[in-house]
Antibody, heavy 123, light 107 residues
Framework: EVQLVESGGGLVQPGGSLRLSCAAS????????MDWVRQAPGKGLEWVGH??????????EYAASVKGRFIISRDDSKNSLYLQMNSLKTEDTAVYYC??????????????WGQGTLVTVSS | DIQMTQSPSTLSASVGDRVTITCRAS??????LAWYQQKPGKAPKLLIY???SLESGVPSRFSGSGSGTEFTLTISSLQPDDFATYYC?????????FGGGTKVEIK
């Protein structure tokens, strides 16, 4: 069974940093691209960023709203995905989901999602 | 960025109704569109990918159609479990973008 379990959320002050983790199981993690998606309280879904696999040099893409502040990385030996969030702003408050990208050629849709972890940025 | 516009934002319907949700892209995305269902406090669930391909395990009352800039999600006969919020998402190009969501409520 595919499982994605996020951790690391919590309360942080504006300007602070936080690192989220996503532990994957039930599939060959290294074969998949992975993404982070967030959802502010009572709002819709917002894509945060993407990391490709080793064959694609682990290249990344980011939403304009987080580019230069957030860094996505992965450790295939630990079946884990990470989101390093720096210079946090109050508008970064959201539930953060890790999501697996479907394996079909050209895909960019998300076939499995974690349960999410809440990040609250407030003084 | 490609903007995704869903309509309506809220829809009131009864069990057994046929329901249609529309998603429009600000430029052509070919068939690179997915639909998700989300219930309160839960992660989204994939329903449809590549505009019309039904994800494994999703009931056949769900269907998707369209290409280019206009897409629809249809629920042929609304069931009690279908009351939820639905989102479209384009994956033609980065940045990936979602529609604003359509909440399907009980009439």
């Amino acid at each position: 069974e595919v499982q994605l379990v996020e951790s690391g959320g919590g309360l942080v002050q504006p300007g602070g940093s936080l690192r989220l983790s996503c532990a994957a199981s039930g599939f060959t993690f290294s074969d998949y691209y992975m993404d982070w998606v967030r959802q502010a309280p009572g709002k819709g879904l917002e894509w945060v960023g993407h990391i490709r696999k080793k064959d694609n040099s682990y290249t990344t893409e980011y939403a304009a709203s987080v580019k230069g502040r957030f860094i996505i990385s992965r450790d295939d030996s630990k079946n884990s995905l990470y989101l390093q969030m720096n210079s946090l702003k109050t508008e970064d408050t959201a539930v953060y989901y890790c999501a697996r990208v479907g394996i079909l050629t050209g895909s960019g849709y998300f076939d499995y999602w974690g349960q999410g972890t809440l990040v609250t940025v407030s003084s | 960025d490609i903007q995704m516009t869903q309509s309506p934002s809220t829809l009131s319907a009864s069990v057994g109704d046929r329901v249609t949700i529309t998603c429009r892209a600000s430029q052509s995305i070919s068939s690179w569109l997915a639909w998700y269902q989300q219930k309160p406090g839960k992660a989204p669930k994939l329903l449809i990918y590549k505009a019309s391909s039904l994800e494994s395990g999703v009931p056949s009352r769900f269907s998707g159609s369209g290409s280019g800039t206009e897409f629809t999600l249809t629920i042929s006969s609304l069931q009690p479990d279908d009351f939820a919020t639905y989102y479209c998402q384009q994956y033609n190009s980065y940045s990936l973008t979602f529609g604003g969501g359509t909440k399907v409520e009980i009439k």
